[in-house]
């Protein structure tokens, strides 16, 4: 492996490894003249011995102090049940607006579901995968309709 490719591993494991706090430095390399290290492992003193230049560094959000958590909220076991009840009035309308949907939902299905009786009926006979792709869309339609039936008579 070439100096500089090791040297650059070197410099990108020691940048990843510290912290968020440390002073950064660039200093001459002591066992390669002519090249420069980054590294924080040095004091203040030290550095100005070696002639090494301080590099910028960058807060981080984990050098701010912590903020204190806000009030709780009141418990919702504290309300009145008067409190947590939905309007009557509002609930009729909610619960046409689902019976609506429903219906709607049930009638495409019955839709899909003929449709995919017919495909059914004119697979080719020698064709086993499209015969058998065509029953199954045709079951998960009817598993479909059947469970839009059984919601709707919940509702009833």
């Known amino acids: 492996m070439s100096a500089v490719l090791r040297l650059s ?13 440390a002073a ?7 066992q390669e003249p002519g090249r420069s290290i980054v590294t924080n492992l040095v004091g203040d003193a030290e550095a100005r011995q070696r002639d090494c230049t301080p590099l910028a560094t960058r807060a981080s ?11 709780a909220a009141p418990a919702r076991a504290q ?33 899909l579901l003929e449709r995919a009786r017919e495909i059914v009926k004119a697979a080719p006979a020698g064709d086993a995968e499209a015969q058998t792709q065509a029953r199954q869309a045709a079951a998960r339609h009817a598993d479909n309709v059947d469970a839009l ?5 919940r509702l009833r």
């Open 61 to 71: 959000a984990l050098d701010a102090p912590v903020k204190p958590l806000p009030a």
């Open 79 to 111: 309300l009145a049940p008067s409190d947590r009840r939905i309007p009557v009035a509002l609930q009729r309308e909610r619960d046409t607006d689902r019976r609506a949907i429903i219906d709607a939902e049930l009638r495409t299905e019955q839709q």
């Open 9 to 21: 591993c070197v410099l990108a494991c020691m940048l990843s490894c510290l912290p968020a706090h």
């Open 149 to 153: 039936q059984r919601e709707l008579q």
């Open 24 to 30: 950064l430095y660039r200093c001459p390399s002591l």
